[in-house]
């Protein structure tokens, strides 16, 4: 079959731009959006257009169709385990390109919010869990079902344990359960749930929010974030002192908060 014709022939994710705001869409939902190599490709394309793109000041994460992101693509692992090696050598560079993926999240200057309408399981909801903001629809469930099929969810378990308390961490990793979208919101999983259907304009609402901000505020603040995150209490609060006073003596500080003062608008140059 030409290859023109093929339904895969597309690609794996649409980017589309509006007020600031990147929208994202995973767009292989005739194969649950996996993170294939094709999909893990487009993401880290995208995310190093956008962390240089100094006209976005925030990032929407969805998907097309029912399920959100189904994980790993494990036929596409699992033909690999005819190679010589058992598949070694492909097992650890994809595993590679997709923790590269989910810190390029982290790293990436602009806030990134899932919107998630179906099912995020295994590497989908670790997506989940990496971006810095989520907004569920009612109906979406999060699932990390490793240990069903002899797989110990390990590289989820990264971003799981830096969103959720421990006992919800593994609560989640080693039973293997579905966990509704309300669930979700009381483990800190997600921030929000919204009526079905609702969580792509709920997320594109905050993102609007946030890009009304100051954007190299904004960039201080999220690299801070994960920055001290890291560290022991002493050291976190001299970290973010230091970085207190270089924010302060930014221009868009002094003129944030001389617009408080004089009761005007600022005018941010970012």
């Known amino acids: 079959m030409n290859a023109h014709h093929r339904p895969d022939a597309?690609?794996?994710?649409?980017?589309?731009?509006?007020?600031?705001?990147?929208?994202?869409?995973?767009?292989?939902?005739?194969?649950?959006?996996?993170?294939?190599?094709?999909?893990?490709?487009?993401?880290?394309?995208?995310?190093?257009?956008?962390?240089?793109?100094?006209?976005?000041?925030?990032?929407?994460?969805?998907?097309?169709?029912?399920?959100?992101?189904?994980?790993h693509d494990l036929k596409e692992m699992s033909a690999h385990r005819a190679d010589a090696d058992r598949g070694r050598t492909y097992f650890t560079e994809i595993l590679r390109r997709c923790s590269g993926v989910m810190q390029q999240i982290?790293?990436?200057?602009?806030?990134?919010?899932?919107?998630?309408?179906g099912t995020a399981t295994a590497a989908g909801c670790q997506l989940v869990a990496s971006?810095?903001?989520?907004?569920?629809?009612?109906?979406?469930?999060?699932?990390?079902?490793?240990?069903?099929?002899?797989?110990?969810?390990?590289?989820?378990?990264?971003?799981?344990?830096?969103?959720?308390?421990?006992?919800?961490?593994?609560?989640?990793?080693?039973?293997?359960?579905?966990?509704?979208?309300?669930?979700?919101?009381?483990?800190?999983?997600?921030?929000?749930?919204?009526?079905?259907?609702?969580?792509?304009?709920?997320a594109q609402r905050l993102a609007d929010v946030i890009a009304s901000k100051s954007p190299a505020t904004i960039r201080i603040g999220k690299r801070a974030f994960y920055e001290q995150r890291e560290m022991g209490l002493a050291a976190a609060y001299d970290h973010a002192s230091a970085v207190m006073v270089e924010n302060m003596l930014a221009r868009d500080a002094e003129e944030g908060i001389g617009a408080f003062v004089e009761k005007r608008a600022p005018v941010w140059e970012g």
């Open 106 to 117: 982290t790293a990436l200057p602009q806030p990134v919010i899932a919107a998630v309408e």
């Open 131 to 202: 971006c810095d903001l989520a907004v569920a629809g009612e109906a979406a469930r999060f699932c990390t079902p490793g240990v069903h099929i002899g797989l110990f969810c390990s590289t989820p378990m990264v971003a799981l344990t830096r969103n959720l308390g421990a006992k919800h961490a593994m609560e989640m990793l080693l039973l293997g359960e579905m966990v509704p979208a309300d669930e979700a919101a009381r483990m800190g999983l997600v921030n929000r749930v919204v009526p079905t259907g609702g969580a792509l304009a709920e």
């Open 10 to 71: 597309a690609p794996a994710l649409r980017r589309e731009d509006s007020d600031g705001v990147a929208t994202l869409t995973l767009d292989r939902p005739q194969s649950r959006n996996p993170l294939s190599e094709a999909m893990l490709g487009a993401l880290a394309d995208a995310f190093t257009a956008i962390a240089a793109d100094r006209a976005i000041k925030a990032v929407v994460l969805a998907a097309e169709g029912p399920v959100f992101c189904a994980g």
